[in-house]
């Protein structure tokens, strides 16, 4: 029996995830940040100094995408990136007071798209979905 396109997950889960980086992307553009950027925020916010590799970790990206994203986000001027003085191969990120300023605009429009893209999912649906998807990651490990 051959599958049809509708019939592979993956392909319905990447095309879930290009709507919904789509929609994030158009309410992040105001705001000149990327939705990956913002992921690199989002850390911040709730735990300024981070270090790139501690975010390439949590965000599971290689060290190079951080590096890159980082460097953007400190020429837009809302992280600067100074080095570790007890480790000069660290480099840790640190939000400007326009990276802080930030937060009180883009804190709601993720809430917001939380709650949009949660609407009419009940809270077990929710925590079955998370455990489908880390069993998926897990089948590729």
């Known amino acids: 029996m051959t599958l049809s396109l509708n019939d592979y997950i993956s392909i319905f889960i990447h095309q879930t995830d290009l709507e919904l980086t789509s929609y994030v992307k158009n309410k992040l553009s105001p705001f000149n940040i990327a939705p990956e950027q913002n992921l690199i925020m989002m850390l911040l916010w709730e735990h300024d100094g981070r270090s790139q590799n501690e ?7 290689d060290k190079t995408n951080i590096a890159r994203m980082s460097y953007g986000l400190e020429q837009k001027g809302f992280i600067k990136r100074r080095m570790c003085p007890n480790d000069r ?25 939380n709650t949009l893209v949660c ?11 998370r455990k489908i998807l880390l069993k998926m990651r897990a089948n590729l490990r």
Do not use: C, D, M, W
């Not at 975010?55 to 990206?61: D, T």
């Not at 609407?119 to 979905?129: A, D, H, K, R, V």
């Open 89 to 113: 191969r660290v480099q840790r990120l640190y939000l400007t007071e326009s990276g802080l300023k930030l937060k009180k605009h883009i804190i709601p429009i993720a809430e917001q798209f």
């Open 119 to 129: 609407q009419n999912i009940t809270t077990e649906e929710l925590e079955q979905l």
């Open 55 to 61: 975010i390439a970790a949590k965000l599971n990206k």
